[in-house]
């Protein structure tokens, strides 16, 4: 059992994304995203299943608060729609979509839960995508001009902001292995993508500087650390080599390091080029007030010189998730020594932290005993105090996620959820770890 005395200003919390959970694809003067085209692709999804009606959220949103305020969180970590609020991806803002948001943070806040506001966690206007999208540098400014209509309307409510969630996932999922939308398969592709969402977030946040700066603003990133098969030095550098694209390639333009050489070289032996323009890594490495890091698993890699790479990834033994993911908590501990040492120990938050099991529903209408998730989310709290302790500067955990909701390419076949949704009646269903997490954040309260 960890302990349970966490720091009195540490912010526990939970989290959703507008696509997962929204439902009402077509209401409310909402414009179509990459994942309704994407979703609505034969082949694309598990079971064809789309993002059509998910989690009915835009319609039961005060349902979810109360079970929000019911959890004890202090914070709500939510995604804003862009295409609610602008259906074409830029022109004039789409009202019914800014009431829907303003409706959501002010019930929020009735139940005193501090909004925590993502402004980007995936579902590009497919407007802008039929303009080539994130391959596209106008994109980026389009995103500012959206997150400019967001800081003015939310600023004076938000708790903080965050401005981009996972780029990692949008530019090599959506554009790399084609898995993601927009579903494509092309490195160059993928490398524009990754440096204009980037710019977009240097942008917005520029922005946010001059013109509102009133809250905490960074930034949610997943980044790769994995551990070696072996302890040999060859492994050891394959481990390195590995954080170069998946770590240091977001990280390092951030803090203002630039993009890392040895990778650039890489690209180019590929004939990619990132198309930096002058003063956009000024730009990108904009001060992030805290930076967020989501984290699920640990990769294990070893060294292979047959890789064109110079690594490979290992299957492993180790206990896995619902996904097919190692359940590494002490994970957790090595990744954030190792970013609080490569940049000047930040402000971090665990912006999703969660497991996907396959819960299930019993006759009598309730939910199976989930000890897995309960053993998942007790072991990753464990190392986090362990954190703490070390002067990881940790200061909360959004737990991914509120309930169980549309899981991108996998559809409703995974669930992560505290609380189980039925997709056909929307009764929601509270989980055994909702009240293990419900107790533990009322115990590390008493505890302080």
């Known amino acids: 059992m960890p302990d349970k005395k966490f720091p009195k200003d540490f912010i526990w919390g939970t989290a959703t994304a507008s696509y997962q959970i929204e439902g009402a694809w077509d209401e409310g003067g909402r414009g179509l995203s990459i994942w309704d085209t994407f979703s609505h692709t034969p082949g694309k999804t598990w079971n064809g299943h789309t993002g ?22 202090d914070s709500y970590r939510f995604s804003i729609a862009w295409p609610r609020i602008f259906p074409e991806g830029r022109g ?41 999208g994130w391959r596209n540098r106008d994109t980026a400014y389009r995103f500012s001009d959206f997150t400019d209509q967001m800081f003015r309307i939310l600023d004076d409510r938000a708790g903080m902001w965050i401005t981009l969630n996972e780029p990692l996932c949008s530019a090599f999922l959506g554009h790399l292995s084609g898995v993601h939308a927009p579903g494509l398969k ?66 390092d333009p951030l803090y203002g390091k630039g993009y890392p050489d040895r990778f650039i070289d890489h690209l180019k032996t590929q004939n990619i080029e990132l198309p930096v323009k002058e003063d956009d890594l000024n730009i990108i490495s904009s001060p992030i007030d805290f930076l967020g890091l989501n984290y699920y698993f640990e990769l294990t890699v070893s060294a292979d010189s047959n890789s064109p790479e110079g690594y490979i990834v290992k299957s492993t033994s180790i206990p896995k998730t619902d996904m097919g993911w190692d359940i590494v908590p002490e994970g957790i501990l090595r990744q954030l020594k190792w970013v609080s040492r490569e940049y000047n120990n930040p402000v971090i938050y665990i912006t999703e932290n969660g497991a996907a099991f396959p819960d299930k529903m019993n006759k009598d209408g309730s939910v199976s005993p989930d000890p897995d998730r309960i053993s998942y989310i007790n072991e990753h709290l464990r ?35 505290l609380v189980y949704c039925d997709f056909k009646s929307q009764k ?21």
């Open 92 to 132: 004039k803002p789409n009202q019914k979509g800014i009431d829907f948001y303003n409706r959501l943070v002010d019930e929020l806040l009735s139940f005193d839960i501090k909004p925590a506001i993502t402004l980007y966690h995936w579902d590009l206007p497919q407007a802008l995508e039929d303009k080539n």
């Open 186 to 251: 092309d490195m160059q592709a993928a490398y524009s993508t990754l440096h204009h969402l980037l710019l977009a977030h240097g942008l917005s946040l520029t922005n946010y500087r001059e013109n509102y700066n009133k809250k905490p603003a960074g930034i949610a990133l997943n980044i790769g650390t994995p551990g070696p098969a072996s302890p040999t030095s060859e492994d050891e550098n394959a481990v390195d080599l590995y954080m170069d694209p998946n770590a240091r390639m977001f990280l």
């Open 428 to 448: 929601r269903i509270p989980k055994d770890s909702f009240y293990f997490y419900k107790n533990f954040i009322a115990e590390s309260k008493l505890a302080k």
């Open 52 to 73: 059509d009606n998910a989690c009915d959220h835009y319609h039961r949103y005060k349902e979810d608060v109360r079970l929000i305020k019911d959890l004890g969180v």
């Open 383 to 417: 190392f986090l105090k362990k954190a703490l302790n070390a002067g990881i500067n940790l200061k909360g955990y959004f737990l991914w996620s509120l309930m169980d909701n549309f899981e991108w390419a996998y559809g409703y076949n995974k669930r992560f959820g």
